[in-house]
């Protein structure tokens, strides 16, 4: 069974930086792409960073220039730098994977997990 595990939020002050991880674990035999997606309290989630395989890396508008979405392929993690945060980027975080997982690969398949979610709070 695949598993997300996240780690790395917290409560950080206007302007300062965290680093989130997702380490995809279990019978994985690829994984094609990993994202962040965050969701803030009445609001739908939304997409922050993906990045694929082969690195090409795909950034919201609201936070390009400041996030930046990382993954080792050896390690099945990703990562999310960000840096000057602001309250606006106050949210839970998830993790996204597009991975390939099965007993056997003949017997694999291709879906999407999600990690369950860390808080990330930028406040004064």
């Known amino acids: 069974q695949v598993q997300l595990v996240e780690s790395g939020g917290g409560l950080v002050q206007p302007g300062g930086s965290l680093r989130l991880s997702c380490s995809a674990s279990?019978?994985?035999?690829?994984?094609?792409?990993m994202g962040w997606y965050r969701q803030a309290p009445g609001k739908q989630r939304e997409l922050v960073a993906t990045?694929?395989?082969?690195?090409?890396?795909n950034n919201a508008d609201s936070v390009k220039g400041r996030f930046t979405i990382s993954m080792d392929n050896a390690k099945n993690t990703a990562y999310l730098e960000m840096n000057i945060l602001k309250p606006e980027d106050t949210a839970v975080y998830y993790c996204?994977?597009?991975?390939?997982?099965?007993?056997?690969?003949?017997?694999?398949?291709?879906?999407?997990?999600w990690g369950q979610g860390t808080q990330v709070t930028v406040s004064a």
């Open positions: 996204n994977a597009d991975l390939r997982s099965g007993p056997n690969r003949l017997v694999s398949r291709r879906q999407d997990y």
């Open positions: 990045i694929t395989s082969a690195g090409r890396i």
């Open positions: 279990g019978n994985i035999f690829s994984i094609y792409a």
